[in-house]
């Protein structure tokens, strides 16, 4: 255990998990942006429905790339300027966003089906919402 925490603290971009916690989640947003660029059939997973309904295309697929690279440069900015309110804010809000997207897509528009697909950005999100605004004070000391 004690390598464990030799490695996150020789390695980590700031004070806690959180910065480290952000390099990982913005490295999967860029992987998938990359991946989306590249082709529809990882949009085509996630919104099978829609999918289905011949609403996934590579028009989509590209918009959804650069909304998913986008969240990982704010996601790697946030995690070496820990301290900066207004990163901070920004940060949390893609995750605020990511929220609101694949929930209002599950269960308003129904183009997600509840799966790998949906479940895993909204435990991150959710789980990055809820960490981010209990650990505030943590972070900027207000």
Not at 20 to 38: C, E, K, M, P, R
Not at 67 to 91: C, E, H, K, M, Q
Not at 123 to 136: E, F, H, L, P
């Amino acid at each position: 255990m004690d390598q464990i925490q030799d490695l996150v603290t020789k390695y980590a971009p700031g004070p806690g998990l959180l910065p480290l916690w952000n390099l990982i989640a913005g490295s999967t947003a860029v992987i998938y942006a990359f991946q989306n660029l590249a082709s529809d059939s990882g949009s085509k997973l996630v919104y099978l429905a829609g999918a289905r309904k011949g609403l996934v295309n590579t028009l989509q697929s590209r918009n959804f790339a650069l909304w998913s690279l986008t969240n990982g440069i704010v996601r790697f900015y946030f995690a070496y300027n820990v301290g900066n309110p207004v990163v901070y804010d920004i940060t949390l809000a893609t995750y605020v966003i990511a929220t609101l997207h694949f929930l209002s897509e599950w269960l308003v528009f129904r183009t997600c089906a509840l799966g790998g697909g949906v479940v895993s950005p909204l435990i991150v999100a959710g789980s990055s919402i809820v960490w981010m605004t209990t650990q505030r004070e943590f972070y900027l000391g207000a």
